[in-house]
């Protein structure tokens, strides 16, 4: 059973559906026990860094959330699940969940013709092999929609990249942490694959 975690942070029923569609048994809560006690969890979310730690930490599913990740409990971020998974991000300044040394940044581009939010779909190249990447190919796409995106301190910690006016970081992980800057629950097949990988995956 995946538990996908509530934090008021939208897109929570679109996971939901692509688990799913995917084949994969899921429940949505907001409960830090239910949280804390987790065969799994998928910890998605758009929206902005203060808000969602703000409500994180009035719910207890920050302390939810770093126990389960303490204990091993296999978890995929998404998005801001993705950004907040960080030490810290430049949308506020907000400090954040720690899970990975490294901090979330603002596109600067230099392009001015290109917008943001970087809306849409790119190519994901794997830069480092990963379970959850297991058969991503040159040329895959996944969709996006996001301003900022994760900047771990090491290098050890990417997984992936993409490209908009520059390289960007757009899959992290550690230990039994994975998380992606794309939205697998809106990138169709190669989405719903994933998901059906986090759901065999045991966080190693």
């Given at each position: 059973m995946?538990?996908?975690?509530?934090?008021?942070?939208?897109?929570?029923?679109s996971?939901?559906?692509?688990?799913?569609?995917?084949?994969?048994?899921a429940?949505?809560t907001?409960?830090?026990?239910?949280?804390?006690?987790a065969?799994?969890?998928?910890?998605p979310?758009?929206g902005?860094?203060?808000?969602?730690?703000?409500?994180?930490?009035?719910?207890?599913l920050?302390?939810?959330?770093?126990s389960?990740y303490?204990?091993?409990?296999?978890?995929?971020g998404?998005?801001?699940?993705?950004?907040?998974?960080?030490?810290?991000s430049?949308?506020?300044?907000?400090?954040?969940?720690?899970l990975?040394?490294?901090?979330t940044?603002?596109?600067?581009?230099?392009?001015k013709?290109?917008?943001?939010?970087?809306?849409?779909?790119?190519d994901v190249?794997?830069?480092?092999?990963?379970?959850l990447?297991?058969g991503i190919?040159?040329?895959d796409?996944?969709?996006?929609?996001?301003?900022?995106?994760?900047?771990p301190?090491?290098?050890d910690?990417v997984?992936?990249?993409?490209?908009?006016?520059?390289?960007?970081c757009?899959?992290?992980?550690y230990?039994?942490?994975?998380?992606?800057?794309?939205h697998?629950?809106k990138s169709g097949?190669?989405?719903?694959?994933?998901?059906e990988?986090?759901d065999?995956?045991?966080?190693?």
């Amino acid at each position: 059973m995946i538990t996908i975690v509530n934090y008021n942070a939208g897109n929570i029923r679109s996971v939901l559906r692509a688990c799913n569609e995917a084949g994969t048994e899921a429940r949505i809560t907001s409960d830090p026990d239910a949280v804390a006690k987790a065969s799994k969890i998928i910890f998605p979310g758009v929206g902005a860094a203060p808000s969602a730690m703000k409500y994180l930490k009035e719910m207890g599913l920050d302390a939810a959330l770093l126990s389960a990740y303490k204990d091993g409990t296999p978890i995929l971020g998404i998005c801001l699940g993705a950004q907040i998974g960080l030490e810290e991000s430049e949308e506020g300044p907000t400090k954040a969940l720690g899970l990975i040394p490294g901090k979330t940044v603002r596109f600067k581009l230099k392009d001015k013709s290109l917008k943001i939010p970087h809306i849409g779909w790119n190519d994901v190249k794997v830069v480092k092999a990963h379970p959850l990447l297991e058969g991503i190919k040159a040329g895959d796409q996944f969709y996006f929609v996001h301003s900022y995106y994760p900047n771990p301190a090491s290098a050890d910690n990417v997984y992936a990249t993409s490209d908009y006016g520059q390289d960007f970081c757009c899959a992290i992980g550690y230990k039994n942490y994975f998380a992606t800057q794309f939205h697998p629950e809106k990138s169709g097949r190669l989405g719903l694959a994933l998901l059906e990988r986090f759901d065999r995956w045991e966080g190693k």
